[in-house]
């Protein structure tokens, strides 16, 4: 029977050890971390998306700062607000949630965030050291598949490992810490030729195209592992119904996979656990606080 890998059991088992953490060091701190959640516009997805930040928050002590903005805000507006909470010593990370409206410009605004608060890991400061595979934030949804492999020993060294995508987001970050890792990494992407084929040699294979049911079967090798980026609700057959359902189609890779991560439940909930990981990895540097989380950082 193939491995489920549960991104949820995990993230409630690596969430119980930051609860603990924070008692334990918050006497040393004086205050327990912050984080600082800033969302522009109206978008339904992140409405749900910060709301689940902010409980994850407050179930391991996280003091949670959320910055609701109309969209009629200006660019300068947003700017000042994020450079007063570089300043803010109460604050460790910064978080800008994703998408914003396209009036702004959403690179110059990751960049003005002080890396050491750069809880997205998209700043290319921090972008720049996993190049160079130098200790920095890293990306939430990549640190958070590295450690679902790792919580089962999937090694990564020596595994021929396909991506599939190369967003700054998710498939270039993930790539460079695998590679970093050790693994023989193949970055692909839509204009790859032969992507059945080169899926097929694949040890691990990482889907993070954001096509529905893009992969089936016929895209793995016995015994493989499959890790589900995607995420996306689709009508289901009951029409007032809708479903989640991945990039994978799952129950036809199921039979011939050694592992795979569900949707939901896989890598979603590790991305919002290692947002709280990255809060409180700044805030451990900012007080000299013991390293033993420092095993969740990729
Ligand atoms: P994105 O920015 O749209 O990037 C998609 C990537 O996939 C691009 O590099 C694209 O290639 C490639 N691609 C698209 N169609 C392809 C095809 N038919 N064959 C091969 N490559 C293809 O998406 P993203 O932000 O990386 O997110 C990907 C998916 O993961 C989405 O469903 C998103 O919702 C989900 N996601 C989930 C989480 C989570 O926590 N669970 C977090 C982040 C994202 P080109 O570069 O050539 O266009």
Redesign the pocket.
């Known amino acids: 029977m193939s491995l489920k890998l549960d991104g949820k059991k995990l993230s409630l088992e690596i969430e119980e050890r930051l609860k603990n953490y924070i008692s334990i060091h918050k006497k040393i701190a004086k205050r327990a971390p912050g984080l600082a959640v800033i969302r522009i516009g109206e978008d339904q997805a992140s409405g749900v998306y910060v709301n689940n930040k902010e409980k994850a928050c407050s179930r391991v002590g996280i003091k949670s700062f959320i910055f609701h903005l109309k969209d009629n805000v200006e660019q300068k507006e947003v700017e000042k607000l994020i450079n007063n909470l570089n300043f803010d010593r109460d604050i460790d990370g910064i978080l800008l949630q994703l998408p914003i409206p396209k009036k702004f410009d959403e690179e110059r605004l990751i960049s003005l965030i002080n890396p050491s608060k750069d809880v997205d890991g998209l700043n290319e400061i921090n972008m720049g050291k996993l190049v160079k595979n130098e200790p920095a934030m890293r990306s ?2 990549p640190a ?1 598949i590295i450690n679902l492999l790792r919580s089962q020993n999937i090694t990564i060294e020596g595994k021929k490992i396909v991506v ?4 700054l ?3 270039k970050p993930l790539s460079l810490m695998l590679l970093n890792l050790n693994g023989t990494v193949t970055m ?5 030729i032969n ?1 059945n084929k080169l899926c097929k040699e694949a040890d691990i294979l990482i889907v ?4 529905p049911n ?1 992969v089936d079967s016929s895209f793995v090798k016995e015994g493989t592992v499959i890790i589900d ?4 609700r689709l009508k289901s057959s009951d029409k007032d119904k809708t479903r989640l359902c ?2 994978v189609l799952l129950e036809d890779v199921i039979p011939k996979v050694f592992a795979y991560t569900p949707v939901p439940g ?3 909930p ?2 919002v656990t290692m947002l709280l990981v990255n809060t409180i990895f700044s805030w451990q540097k900012q007080f000299g606080l013991s390293s033993s989380l420092n095993d969740l950082l990729p």
């Not at 599939?164 to 967003?167: A, M, P, Y």
């Not at 692909?188 to 790859?192: A, V």
């Not at 980026?229 to 996306?232: N, Q, R, S, T, Y």
């Open positions: 939430c949804t958070g599939i995508g190369r967003s987001l998710v498939g692909t992407h839509s204009k790859t992507l993070a195209a954001g096509k893009l980026v995607g995420i996306h991945g990039d896989g890598v979603g590790m991305t």
